[in-house]
């Protein structure tokens, strides 16, 4: 373990040398903000408020103490803070800083199909371990598609699998959703066409992160399925169509929803390619079904159409996407802001096809990862 070999005082941090040589910076104000004591043990929200000390804030004296504590006798509020060096150390943003950022997401392309295996996984294995939950929420989280088999095949029947992650997303479409084709539908899905690789929900500001179609009977001729890799694909743009790669990154696309159903219309703009802090992927947004008339500058909007033909046809070519037929019981599974899902056109006269719906956010797949990474599977 590492040990603080000497601390120098700044103008408006502690420079803390630790026993590898490595050095942190941590500053006043941040130190009293992560006081220990500064949370409840039960909430564990912040119980202290920053904004009753001065900005100016500083350690009267600080010294590590015969517990190897890095212990601080603030200049206010007759108060002394002792910070635990592996805390310090955890949670020391110098560092973090210089760390080169990985990415978690195992990228892929049409090769999947060889492996489909290993993205395959037995409901009852989820249901009767956290091992297999576990390795359920890695696919997801990393590789963004799974395929549950054996799933039982009745009305509703997803749910305690789906509720082994968390509960799950409501739209108005209601949970499940019925696909099956209907008279006068409000969906394409709720049709017997061929439904190009997409996302769903696109006109959302936060669209659901992860959807499950759970297929009861599929019995008609035609209705294969389809997915594609989108960070894949915009990986691809990055490393050898920049100049596209910068359109689909920085110019607001918009989505539009007019359900007839629905007293509603609901829209958004959004890039076609999210990134995040790190640059790395955060989403995709691509339907085109459901894309609006665009009102980019009129100076973009040539690229920007010719960025969006290009990018759709590599959402559509072998090279990235897997086809393959979902059978009863499965569970296609997958997040919908990374992977878009399209399925072959079928004919209803030939047989009965019929799956149910279900969304659940990004946010429950993260964090019960998180949570089971903890565990000691
Ligand atoms: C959907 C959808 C695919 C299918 O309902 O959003 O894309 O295979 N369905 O019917
Ligand atoms: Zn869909």
């Known amino acids: 373990m590492n040990t603080i070999s000497k601390i120098e005082r700044n103008n408006s941090y502690l420079k803390v040398i630790w026993s590898d040589g490595k050095e942190s910076q941590f500053n006043y104000l941040w130190l009293r903000d992560n006081c220990p004591t500064a949370h409840d043990k039960n909430t564990n929200h912040r119980m202290f408020n920053i904004l009753e000390v001065s ?3 500083n ?3 600080y010294i590590i103490n015969k517990d190897g504590k890095l212990e601080i006798e603030w200049s206010e509020g007759e108060h002394t803070s002792y910070f635990d060096p592996k805390w310090l150390r955890e949670n020391c943003y110098t560092l973090k800083n210089k760390t080169k950022y990985k990415s978690p997401y195992k990228l892929w392309d049409n090769s999947l199909k060889k492996n489909f295996k290993s993205i395959c996984i037995d409901h009852d294995e989820i249901i009767n371990s956290d091992k297999g939950l576990k390795k359920w929420l890695e696919l997801l989280h990393y590789t ?10 009745k009305d509703k029947s997803a749910f305690p699998v789906l509720n082994r992650i968390s509960h799950t997303r409501e739209t108005f479409f209601k949970t499940p959703f019925e696909v099956i ?8 899905a709720y049709t017997a066409h061929a439904l190009r690789n997409h996302m769903d929900l696109p006109w959302f500001e936060n669209p659901p992160g992860y959807q499950f179609l759970h297929c009861l009977i599929n019995a008609a001729e ?3 399925s389809s997915a594609v890799d989108g960070f894949a694909v915009a990986e691809y743009l990055k490393n050898n169509k920049i100049d596209v790669y910068k359109i689909l990154t920085e110019v607001y696309l918009k989505f539009r929803d007019k359900d007839y159903t629905q007293d509603n219309h609901r829209g958004f703009h959004a890039p076609a390619i999210g990134l995040t802090k790190d640059k790395d992927y955060h989403d995709i947004r691509f339907s085109i079904a ?3 008339s665009l009102d980019c500058h009129p100076d973009l909007m040539d690229k920007v159409y010719k960025a969006h033909h290009e990018f759709g046809n590599l959402l559509h070519d072998d090279r990235f996407q897997i086809k393959f037929r979902m059978e009863p019981g499965d569970i296609f599974s997958f997040n919908n802001r990374r992977v878009l899902h399209g399925r072959t056109e079928f004919n209803p006269q030939s047989g ?5 719906g279900y969304y659940i956010d990004r946010d429950e797949i993260i964090g019960r990862l998180n949570f089971l990474k903890l565990t000691n599977l």
């Open 352 to 356: 009965n096809r019929h799956l149910q």
């Open 59 to 61: 350690p009267k004296k």
């Open 222 to 224: 035609g209705g294969d």
């Open 290 to 292: 459901t894309m609006d």
């Open 181 to 188: 084709n209907i008279p006068k539908p409000n969906n394409s």
């Open 144 to 153: 963004g598609i799974a395929i549950v088999k054996n799933t039982p095949v």
């Open 55 to 57: 900005k100016n804030i």
